[in-house]
């Protein structure tokens, strides 16, 4: 039975982990305290003599493809990018929510609703705590979840800031908290590995995974580290001053407004150096395995395109709309809205995934070198 020391060496040193935290997070909340998160993000043994090498971590890995079927199959998943019930372009009704938010606020508003329905105890998120900072959060009370709205450099995780530089920690790292608070109804914010780590846990039914009632996966190109290096490099790729930057967004592009109003484009390939490594090696643009799927690309500025891929997800965007919580874009104003969202997201959906496959490709012809 493989372990947690066959992910170092399988996942971890040829450079793929994507630092979802799912391997620490099951073996925090089962309390065998054999592994942990260090400084950097990366999981790492805690107490090696705790280790049980019960094989659980090394399944539930989103790189490993232990589980693949079974969980394909529990999510009903088909080509080209998922299962795909219905597209929607919607936005937030809460003003408030808009006003904070990048897109419209679709992820706020529907947290919000189930909050106020008495769905959901809490939301797993992440909060700012600077312009290049956010960490992963439990918000509990309908004001943490507000304030959990906003702008952020890195489409998906918390940027947690050590010494001089901004290293990715994981929402899941959040379950512990979410244990300890004794909730049994929590909806998950999270990026494509992150939700396939949490679909795996439930294949298998283990704790904490049956504490996560919704999973809200966010659409990801990939994730961004801002060191002070990348800060310049940033600043001299966009010709700006960081100080002047009032929002980012990430599309297909990363759209930076300053406070003049001006408005500065940076094309993703230009950011390449400062993307995490293993994300160069991630299929999954549109977080396949998620009850409901967001993001900016495909809808126009203020509003969030929306896939729903469960018959939970789309029960609940349909509930929010019953009740006022969200906005569905006019029909009237452009009545293939949709359909062309969706079509936004399977050509980005293509697009990584065929660069993806050039990547691995390149990745295993090195690796069949060095071992000759």
């Known amino acids: ?29 089962i309390n065998y305290g054999a592994l942990e998160i260090d400084k950097t993000g990366k999981p790492v043994y805690q107490d090696m003599e705790k280790c049980i090498e019960c094989g659980l971590c090394y399944s539930i890995c989103p790189e490993i493809n232990d589980l693949d079927e079974e969980t394909k199959r529990k999510a009903a998943w088909s080509d080209p990018m998922g299962r795909v019930i219905e597209t929607n372009v919607v936005r937030a009704s809460d003003i408030r929510v808009r006003d904070r938010a990048s897109d419209g606020g679709a992820v706020t508003g529907l947290l919000l609703h189930l909050f106020d329905r008495n769905r959901i105890d809490g939301a797993i998120v992440t909060r700012s705590v600077g312009k290049f900072k956010r960490q992963p959060f439990l918000a509990t009370t309908r004001k943490e979840i507000l304030e959990s709205t906003g702008f952020f450099f890195d489409t998906s995780h918390g940027l947690k800031r050590f010494s001089d530089q901004y290293m990715t920690f994981s929402t899941i790292q959040e379950f512990d908290p979410m244990i300890k608070k004794g909730l049994k109804r929590v909806a998950l914010v999270g990026t494509p590995c992150q ?47 960081l ?49 409901i799927s967001f993001g900016g690309i495909g809808a126009e500025e203020g509003w ?10 789309r029960a609940v965007l349909a509930d929010s709309r019953n009740f006022k919580s969200m906005e569905q874009y006019n029909v009237e104003d452009n009545p293939a809205f949709a359909s062309r969202a969706l079509m936004e997201v399977r050509k980005a959906s293509y697009a990584k995934k065929k660069k993806t496959r050039h990547k691995r490709r390149s990745l295993q012809a090195r690796s069949v070198q060095v071992k000759v």
């Open 1 to 29: 039975m493989k372990t947690f020391f066959n992910l170092v060496q399988e996942v971890q040193k040829p450079g793929l982990c994507c630092r979802c935290g799912g391997c620490a997070a099951f073996c925090t909340a």
């Open 304 to 313: 969030t395109t929306v896939i729903t891929r469960t018959p939970l997800g």
């Open 195 to 241: 939700i396939k780590s949490l679909r795996k846990m439930q294949v298998l039914n283990l704790i904490p995974s049956d504490s996560i009632k919704f999973c809200f996966g966010l659409f990801c190109s990939g994730n961004f580290t801002f060191g002070i290096k990348e800060q310049q490099h940033l600043a001299d790729i966009a010709k700006i001053s």
């Open 243 to 291: 100080e002047d930057v009032k929002r980012i967004n990430l599309k297909d592009k990363l759209i930076i407004t300053l406070n003049s109003g001006e408005i500065k484009t940076v094309e993703l390939e230009q950011m390449e150096s400062m993307k995490r490594y293993a994300c160069h090696y991630c299929f999954d643009y549109s977080a396949e395995f998620a009850d």
